[in-house]
Each structure stands twice: as structure tokens, then as C-alpha cells.
């Protein structure tokens, strides 16, 4: 099975950039559909992006032309280049993996931390 792992959070002021990775080892990433999730304190997991196998991307629609998601099959690595952070941002960001074109995703990383400031 595939083992997930996050970079790159931290403390950044809104109006700045942060990329976050996931990197894959156990199996090829690009045998998987990779999302990038968040969960603020107090609120619900929220779906953020995704990138399918062949690259099509979906996004959350407040995130749409801030975020873009990208993978990397060389490197086994998924990135999400986040531009013009809003303190609303601020959440552990958590990338999981899927099998097939449609379904669960049921593999999961622990999480990156990130903070956005005003």
C-alpha cells in the first residue's frame, strides 16, 4: 500500500505563497487519484483540490485561481502551490490517495500546519 507524507506548512502573512508536498512511497503515486484536503479547528474536513491519474484537476471554488494542484510522477510527489493566502486558510492540510476514477480515498498523511496571518 501507499504511505503518504506532507511538507511544507507554516506561518505565512495573507497576501503570501506557500507549496505544500506529498510525497508517496510504497507504491507509484501515479497509480492513484491524490486530494488535498483541510480541517480547521472546530470545522469539518473540507475537500480542497484534486488531481486525477491522467491530471485533470477540481477545486474548491474559493480556492479556484489561488490554488493549483500538480503532480509530479518522476518524484512521486503531489504539490499544491497556494498564492494570495487569506487568513480563512488557515488549517492542518492533509493529502490522501485513491484507487479507480471515483470513490473513497483511503489512504491518508498525518498533515502539514498552516497559518495564515492578517
Known amino acids: 500500500q501507499v504511505q503518504l507524507e506532507e511538507s511544507g506548512g507554516g506561518l505565512v502573512q495573507a497576501g503570501g505563497s506557500l507549496r505544500l508536498s506529498c510525497a508517496a512511497s510504497g507504491r507509484p503515486l501515479s497509480m492513484y487519484r491524490v486530494a488535498w484536503f483541510r480541517q480547521a479547528p472546530g470545522n469539518e474536513r473540507e475537500f480542497v483540490a484534486a488531481?486525477?491519474?491522467?491530471?485533470?484537476?477540481t477545486y474548491l471554488e474559493s480556492v479556484k485561481g489561488r490554488f493549483t494542484i500538480s503532480r509530479d510522477n518522476a518524484k512521486n510527489t503531489v504539490y499544491l502551490q497556494m498564492n494570495s493566502l487569506e487568513p480563512e486558510d488557515t488549517a492542518v492540510y492533509l493529502c490522501?490517495?485513491?484507487?479507480?476514477?471515483?470513490?473513497?480515498?483511503?489512504?491518508w498523511g498525518q498533515g502539514t500546519q498552516v497559518a495564515v496571518s492578517s
Open positions: 488531481v486525477t491519474q491522467n491530471g485533470g484537476n
Open positions: 490522501a490517495a485513491g484507487l479507480g476514477p471515483y470513490g473513497a480515498y483511503g489512504y
